[in-house]
């Protein structure tokens, strides 16, 4: 089955310097047991390297980007190479002088063609590997031009602050959700402009609602039911820093993990449906699979669906995400498939990466 989404986008470059999906909702959904076989989407390597926390005996890192790979990799050398509040420097996380050195000790860890790509970006690498991708400079367009025309750097800061959840929505109500923040957010995010400038105009293709109204909706929850002070989505998006919130592969507590672990994970350039034809048996158990399903047609969504089945253990969950396009099971998948909605939804609700319109949890029979 050949991949649907491959052919219509650009993958030559850093699309995500950062992985855009909260890892501890995609742990709690998969609920990896020790030893499982995992399958991840690559993107920049933030949720393959959560999984190892887990204690997988394999995590298998696949992509259709060499670009998206080269940050994966990096991050692995990162892992093995430097102390954890050095990757924080290195990431962007926490602020540098060094990144150039710090990245100068992970080269020799790195393979020769990784080594080359990286060489070519030595001086962006000095404002942190995870600012350097096409969705990241959409996001500090955001945070530089557009979101000074709305509030100043006091009331940014403020509503970073922790509070109670009645003070985040008096405070989101009074102070943040202006008439001048609704209109230049539709405008920042609509369609149009987040085609152009964030993500590509492909991925809009199966796409048919508004979708800076989507996104909005979704934002206000983040920013006056779930905390900001904790979510460092927010604090990147506004600040340009993960700020007093770190996501769950850069957490201190899990950096001896994974760096233990690390060596168990593989990455591959190569996309899903390939792999899983290449695979014999049923021999895997995880599934990260993004929000891949967005990109490709109902029908070829099912026909992956029914890949992942004839390749996964009784048990099996897989986990994705819809952000604009509708994507859940077929009725027809019924007997070998079933739907966690319940799991699901919960989860969904305290999704700190806020984009997303639904979350999916999926087991297999």
Same mark, same amino acid.
């Given at each position: 089955m050949r991949s649907e989404a491959a052919t219509r986008a650009d993958f030559s470059a850093i699309r995500y310097a950062q992985v855009w999906e909260d890892a501890d909702v995609?742990?709690?959904?998969?609920?990896?047991?020790?030893?499982?076989?995992?399958?991840?989407?690559?993107?920049?390597?933030?949720?393959?390297?959560?999984?190892?926390?887990?204690?997988?005996?394999?995590?298998?890192?696949?992509?259709?980007?060499?670009?998206?790979?080269?940050?994966?990799?990096?991050?692995?050398?990162?892992?093995?190479?430097?102390?954890?509040?050095?990757?924080?420097?290195?990431?962007?996380?926490?602020?540098?002088?060094?990144?150039?050195?710090?990245?100068?000790?992970?080269?020799?860890?790195?393979?020769?063609?990784?080594?080359?790509?990286?060489?070519?970006?030595?001086?962006?690498?000095?404002?942190?590997?995870?600012?350097?991708?096409?969705?990241?400079?959409?996001?500090?367009?955001?945070?530089? *031009?557009?979101?000074?025309?709305?509030?100043?750097?006091?009331?940014?800061?403020?509503?970073?602050?922790?509070?109670?959840?009645?003070? *985040?929505?008096?405070?989101?109500?009074?102070?943040?959700?202006?008439?001048r923040w609704r209109l230049l957010f539709r405008m920042f995010f609509s369609r149009t402009v987040m085609g152009r400038l964030g993500r590509d105009p492909e991925f809009f293709r199966y796409v048919d609602i508004d979708v800076a109204a989507s996104i909005l909706d979704r934002t206000r929850h983040a920013l006056s039911v779930l905390d900001p002070a904790e979510n460092p989505y927010v604090h990147w998006i506004l600040t340009g820093t993960h700020g007093a919130a770190l996501p769950c592969a850069l957490r201190p507590e899990h950096f001896e993990t994974i760096r233990d672990r690390v060596d168990r994970l593989e990455w591959r350039?190569?996309?899903?449906?390939?792999?899983?034809?290449?695979?014999?048996?049923?021999?895997?158990d995880r599934f990260n699979l993004s929000d891949l399903f967005e990109y490709v047609s109902v029908e070829h969504y099912h026909s992956m669906l029914e890949a992942i089945v004839r390749r996964s253990r009784p048990g099996a969950r897989l986990a994705y995400w819809n952000m604009l396009a509708p994507r859940r099971r077929p009725d027809y998948l019924s007997d070998r498939l079933r739907p966690l909605d319940d799991v699901a939804g919960r989860l969904h609700l305290t999704d700190r990466a806020f984009f997303y319109s639904a979350f999916r949890v999926d087991e297999v029979l």
């Open positions: 995609l742990l709690a959904g998969l609920d990896i047991q020790p030893g499982d076989v995992c399958v991840s989407i690559a993107s920049a390597g933030d949720n393959a390297l959560a999984l190892l926390t887990k204690d997988p005996s394999r995590v298998i890192a696949l992509d259709l980007s060499p670009a998206q790979l080269s940050c994966l990799e990096l991050r692995v050398a990162a892992y093995k190479t430097l102390t954890h509040p050095e990757l924080l420097e290195l990431v962007g996380s926490r602020l540098s002088t060094c990144r150039a050195e710090l990245f100068d000790r992970c080269r020799p860890a790195l393979g020769a063609a990784t080594r080359e790509f990286w060489d070519r970006q030595r001086t962006a690498i000095e404002h942190g590997i995870g600012s350097l991708g096409k969705f990241e400079r959409y996001f500090a367009l955001f945070r530089s *031009r557009v979101l000074p025309l709305v509030h100043n750097r006091r009331t940014v800061l403020d509503l970073l602050e922790p509070r109670t959840p009645e003070e *985040r929505l008096r405070f989101y109500l009074e102070r943040w959700d202006t008439w350039c190569q996309s899903v449906e390939e792999f899983l034809e290449r695979s014999s048996g049923r021999t895997l």
